[in-house]
């Protein structure tokens, strides 16, 4: 006990100091490998609390730091071993695991490094390259440095297991940027914020990016900030009184928006409880307001919080001001007419829910999902042909685009993250009803109608047989296929002749050859459905009678079940985009609108008819 011994290794040089197998005191390991490995452990009692110096770390059992060489000086988040340590992005860590390295360098620095040498490493900044930092951060160096706080400042808050290695990844990015901006948050000194004429950002209540994304939303409407001004005081019953409320909280917030020189405000939670919790909630629940939010802002869905806004201030405007903007309507036709019901019926709608499929790749697509003709069940046994078309189309369009589906194989509900490309103008003429047009033009539209009907049909059953051919069956093939060359190698080191022949009867290369004939063909088809993909738009491409621009897109990043909101909008007064992240407001070009450089993608679409696109400008004009 106690003796020290001097090791030498093949790639490096320690010295180990051992204080009895079963005491909890520090002792240090040397591996003569190459890399010059060093372990820092506590005995058997906390035996598996170790920091690995060379290749890979592990605290805990499971939390690791990576590091390639066996100098102390980048003992935490360097770079990976040659034998495959653990790069930082792929773990992140946590701040126990940057204190228990910090540790380890202290205690290994009294046996290889003079104090001095100790102290200059402690002041700088653990993680050595910035793009550790970035994959830390979970974003790129394209990233504006207003943007990157805004996702810093979220998951941060959402990660408070690593809200000080985080800080130390923001502070190396501030470092390599020589950013001004970044080191004054670091500091602590407040922002300058948007310039005047500038919309105000809002601050975060807690998991109510939904909320301040919707709020932005309708106060770029300038019929809702006029019906809420005018909202009367006086309540027919309970559920009238929550709808005034909420009008006079958003009116006092929009007049604020529009005159404060505060460049973020704070909404008030009153008016974030009315937004959010129905009336049914507090009849249901014997429970302060305090609960009843916390069970909604966990992750609320934005479509839901809009939803429940916009019923509370139909109640509360009058004339049914606040509805008729988003109030369309779609007429379904069964065919053949079911026994007892009518052939066509009509059905309002206040948002437009589409499916992002693996083949939708532009908003047409994504609206086909929702204005299609499909084959419905019908009385348990007979199938139906039903169609949907546009009757009428609203001033303000609202798009939901549905990314959550649930992954049979995962088991688990995913988010589909593919970008959905947003023209500026969308054309609805092609989902309009042919009996809601002029007489004069019915004919070409039906004419039209007719031949689209038929290119989505040949179009989709060329999908159909792509899917097949690229499924479950091919996927087996070339599992099996390479698995058996694994086989064959085998055998053939270990002059295995039975096994030789064997699979010289059934030789991978045939396999090998029908799975590229599938995936050839599967390709050939690919090519055929898009061609008719081409001939679709080319259908539609002079039918421009009904044009919608591109006005607001609310952005989500993250997964299925958590992440952040935010929303980008068009001010059509200046022609030009902002998004407005909680408290970072700032503008963007157009090609940022939809394709994020964070990760975010497109949730909620809104399309303004361009006749009436005046009515969506800046709280501030």
């Not at 301040?212 to 009367?232: K, M």
Request: net charge negative.
């Amino acid at each position: 006990d106690g003796d020290e011994l001097t090791h030498r290794g093949q790639g490096g040089v320690g010295r180990v100091a051992h204080r009895g197998q079963g005491a909890a005191q520090p002792f240090l390991t040397t591996q003569g490998q190459a890399g010059g490995g060093l372990h820092l452990d506590r005995g058997e009692a906390v035996a598996h609390q170790v920091v690995e110096l060379s290749g890979q770390a592990e605290a805990l059992g499971r939390n690791r730091l990576g590091r390639g060489d066996a100098d102390v000086e980048g003992l935490v988040l360097g770079d990976p071993a040659p034998g495959g340590g653990q790069q930082v992005g792929e773990y992140h860590g946590t701040d126990e695991d940057l204190r228990s390295a910090r540790q380890a360098l202290r205690t290994v620095a009294q046996y290889h490094a003079p104090a001095p040498a100790l102290e200059e490493r402690e002041r700088r900044n653990p993680i050595q390259h910035p793009d550790d930092a970035y994959q830390l951060l979970q974003t790129n160096a394209d990233v504006d440095d207003a943007l990157l706080l805004v996702g810093y400042q979220v998951y941060a808050a959402e990660s408070h297991a690593r809200s000080e290695l985080l800080r130390v990844a923001l502070e190396r990015v501030a470092e390599a940027r020589h950013s001004a901006y970044l080191l004054r948050f670091l500091r602590g000194e407040a922002d300058t914020g948007p310039a005047h004429d500038m919309p105000r950002g809002l601050h975060n209540l807690g998991n109510t990016c939904y909320l301040n994304s919707l709020l932005q939303y309708l106060g770029f409407i300038a019929p809702i900030r006029d019906a809420v001004h005018r909202a009367g005081t006086e309540a027919k019953s309970a559920e009238h009184q929550r709808a005034l409320s909420l009008a006079h909280e958003l009116d006092a917030l929009f007049r604020d928006m529009a005159t404060s020189k505060e460049w973020a405000l704070t909404p008030r939670k009153e008016l974030a409880y009315l937004a959010l919790v129905p009336l049914a909630w507090e009849q249901a629940y014997a429970c302060s307001k305090d609960e009843l939010m916390s069970q909604v802002t966990t992750q609320q869905d934005v479509c839901e919080c809009l939803g429940n806004m916009t019923t509370l201030l139909d109640q509360a405007c009058p004339s049914d001001e606040v509805q008729r903007l988003f109030l369309g309507t779609s007429i379904q036709t069964l065919d053949p007419p079911p026994k007892d019901s009518p052939r066509t019926t009509e059905q309002t709608f206040t948002s437009v829910p589409v499916t992002l499929l693996p083949d939708v790749r532009s908003m047409y697509d994504a609206l086909d999902t929702f204005f299609n003709d499909e084959q419905v069940p019908w009385d348990n046994e007979a199938r139906l042909q039903r169609r949907i078309t546009l009757k009428q189309a609203p001033p303000l369009l609202q798009i939901h685009v549905q990314r959550v589906q649930y992954d049979r194989k995962a088991q688990r509900i995913v988010k589909h993250q593919a970008a959905l490309d947003l023209p500026d103008t969308l054309y609805l003429d092609r989902y309009m009803d042919a009996s809601c047009a002029p007489p004069e033009r019915f004919d070409a539209l039906h004419t039209l109608h007719e031949r689209t009907l038929a290119l989505r049909r040949e179009r989709a059953a060329l999908l159909e047989q792509v899917h097949q051919l690229q499924g479950d069956e091919l996927m087996a093939l070339e599992r099996i296929t390479r698995r058996l060359n694994v086989w064959k190698h085998a055998a053939e080191q270990n002059q295995d002749t039975e096994w030789h022949a064997l699979l010289n009867e059934h030789a991978p290369s045939e396999l090998e050859s029908v799975s590229l004939i599938m995936r050839a063909k599967a390709q050939a088809l690919t090519t055929q459905a898009d061609a008719l993909h081409t001939d679709l738009e080319t259908l539609w491409s002079e039918e421009t009678h009904l044009p919608y621009r591109l006005a607001s897109v609310c952005m989500h990043r993250g997964e299925a079940t958590h992440g952040h909101y935010f929303v980008n909008q068009r001010d059509f007064a200046k022609n030009e985009w902002m998004t407005l992240n909680d408290t970072h407001v700032a503008p963007i070009t157009e090609g940022e609108v939809s394709k994020d450089p964070t990760g975010a993608t497109s949730y909620l679409v809104v399309y303004v008819r361009q006749d009436v696109q005046h009515i969506l400008s800046s709280p501030r004009h």
